[in-house]
């Protein structure tokens, strides 16, 4: 019979006209959108339920814990979606129907969501209809802090033109600039833009680490065990415009503490050269070479000699005698390391706890090498001509790494002066 049909209630077609307003927005069908609108048939800033599982439009506050479901869909305005999805014809369609632009129904506004999506043309549009550029969201993050990506460079680049705070630090528990974050992420083109536009090189986050800190403990990826040259790219940029090399943070480590930990050889010896102290000590009592000798084994990209060989040139402090046990313990696989800190001492005498530390299978392998360690570390002096290098490295100190380079002497010679090793100890 056709008079069967329901007649559709009020709030029936309230769900209908939201639906329609939802898939217009997603397939971007602005025709639609406006259509919709002008009939004033919804709120232009109705809030939507949608899935979200990468929370690229929710932002919640540190130290809480969140339930996981909360983690599947966030509440978005038809601004967040529109810049989710990339629909800049919707984005100007709703921004003429005076949506409001600062709208954060789960924690960040729409610029925020474009900073984080890299969408530069609606970051562009967001900045000229009056976007907050300076906003923070529930998390504390303003837009700057959402540029991690090298495709949100031209984002940030954007921010900063139209006036974002370069300096503005996260209004959470971190307290970090957008210099850090860029540091963070590995973005060499981005720190060198913040700088050139008054970011402070030494600024510091709530850690007292500046971004040099920052850049030189993230220049390993920890996962794929690789250094990272944007990151040491970052490092070379910061101490070139004049970053504090030998900053401490709250546990009074400094960057050179940061890149010995990481056993980066690259960034230790940029960071002695630009006047890195090797002796600065930690809140623990230890030193660069200290972290260096307590992740060697853990570091298998690293050249654990090169890092010793680099503090001891300039002037570290050598490993207490009686503990020169844990030096095999931590390069038993790499006898090269072991040859360079044998050789800083005039005369080391060995002990069983040296044999105890070497596997039988590298003992095996580096045979040679263990061999000429126990002849030469027993009760018999050392060479002539080896005290008489270190007599020239103790009387030129912590000037080594410059003084011997000018040395008259062969290249060779010049060489063995600086700890060069050669894989056996005579």
Not at 2 to 7: F, L, R, V
Request: glycine share 4%; net charge neutral; charged share 20%.
């Amino acid at each position: 019979m056709e008079g069967n049909t329901a007649p559709i209630t009020k709030s029936g077609a309230a769900k209908l006209v939201k639906r329609k307003f939802l898939e217009a927005l997603k397939s971007n069908d602005f025709g639609k959108l406006k259509a919709i609108l002008i009939q004033r048939l919804i709120d232009v800033d109705t809030v939507f339920e949608v899935e979200d599982e990468n929370m690229v439009l929710a932002s919640y506050k540190q130290g809480y814990w969140l339930p996981s479901y909360k983690l599947k869909s966030s509440w978005a305005t038809g601004l967040h979606i529109s810049v989710l999805f990339g629909h800049v014809e919707c984005l100007l369609v709703l921004l003429d129907h005076n949506a409001t632009i600062n709208c954060r129904p789960n924690g960040k506004t729409p610029l925020h969501v474009a900073c984080e999506m890299a969408n530069l043309d609606c970051v562009k549009i967001l900045c000229d209809r009056g976007a907050k550029l300076n906003c923070y969201s529930l998390s504390g993050h303003t837009a700057l802090h959402f540029c991690t990506t090298p495709s949100s460079i031209l984002c940030a680049k954007q921010l900063v033109w139209k006036g974002a705070n370069v300096n503005m630090k996260t209004n959470n528990q971190d307290e970090e600039t957008p210099l850090h974050t860029a540091a963070h992420f590995g973005l060499s083109e981005l720190v060198a833009f913040y700088v050139e536009h008054g970011a402070v090189v030494d600024s510091v986050n709530a850690h007292m680490e500046t971004p040099l800190a920052v850049a030189a403990y993230w220049s390993l990826r920890f996962k794929e065990q690789e250094y990272s040259r944007e990151h040491h790219l970052i490092c070379r940029t910061l101490l070139d415009h004049h970053a504090e090399v030998n900053a401490r943070d709250d546990d009074f480590k400094s960057p050179l503490h940061k890149a010995a930990w990481n056993c980066d050889h690259v960034l230790m010896h940029m960071m002695l050269e630009a006047g890195a102290e090797a002796n600065l000590m930690d809140i623990n009592g230890c030193a660069a070479i200290q972290y260096v000798l307590k992740v060697t084994s853990v570091r298998p990209a690293a050249r654990p000699e090169v890092c010793y060989q680099l503090l001891l040139n300039h002037g570290a402090a050598r490993i207490y005698p009686p503990q020169f046990h844990k030096v095999i313990q931590a390069c038993h696989s790499c006898p090269k390391a072991i040859e360079v800190v044998v050789n800083a001492y005039e005369h080391i005498r060995w002990n069983i706890k040296w044999r105890r530390a070497i596997p039988d299978d590298d003992l095996e392998k580096y045979w040679d090498f263990y061999h000429s360690l126990f002849m030469v570390c027993c009760n018999t002096p050392r060479t002539l001509m080896h005290l008489s290098r270190c007599a020239i490295r103790k009387a030129l100190h912590n000037r080594c790494h410059k003084a011997i380079p000018l040395l008259s002497l062969p290249l060779s010679l010049k060489k063995y002066l600086l700890l060069e090793p050669e894989g056996i100890i005579y």
